[in-house]
């Protein structure tokens, strides 16, 4: 149990976090982005695609509070060495369903420098969707490398390390109910 209460400070490999979005502020952002999709995809049947491993706590939150049809589908992607040239690409693992003409939201824990979402998005753009978007949890503007399009952002932050509610530090500190920050100077989130 002590380890799920909220408490102001955590250590997890020899590293100091301190408490940043609390899970009451994380839940209520979720009812918000949630009445989005609720209004924005009314009639639409949307196929949610959570990116794993990081959106599971995110995406099983946000379903609470969905009440359209939707399809759920979940993705990983595995990592591995291009050439030189392209450095590490990643390949999207585990999608099922056929994405032509169906509406697509995907769901992500957090964009850093975006690569990671440019891909998914190339490569689902590729299956020709009848639409496309993506919504994150949390979004770190100045850290961006190549422009991404989020429809959907939570929280905009600086670009510093977080942790917790489903985002991992050497695969622990996913459960923890609130987001921390790796201590340094931390400045707060901006709600969108
Ligand atoms: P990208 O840089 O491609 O936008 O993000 C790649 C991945 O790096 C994210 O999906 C996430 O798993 C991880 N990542 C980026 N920033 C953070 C962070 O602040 N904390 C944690 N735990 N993971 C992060």
Redesign the pocket.
Known sequence: MSSQLSSQKKFLNQKNFSLYISSQEILDKIQSLASLINHDYADKKPVLLV?LN?AFRFSADLVRYIDIDVEIQFLRLASYKGTESTGEIKKILGLTTHLADRHVLIL??????????HQIWQDLQAQKPASLALMTLLL?PD?LSIPVECAYVGFSIPN????GYG???DQQGREWNDIYVAEEASQPPKGE
Not at 108 to 117: K, N, Q, R, S, Y
Not at 160 to 163: G, K, L, N, R, T
């Open positions: 990116i990081g992500e824990d957090i964009v850093d420098t975006g690569l990671t979402a770190k850290a510093q390390f977080v942790v985002l991992d530090f």
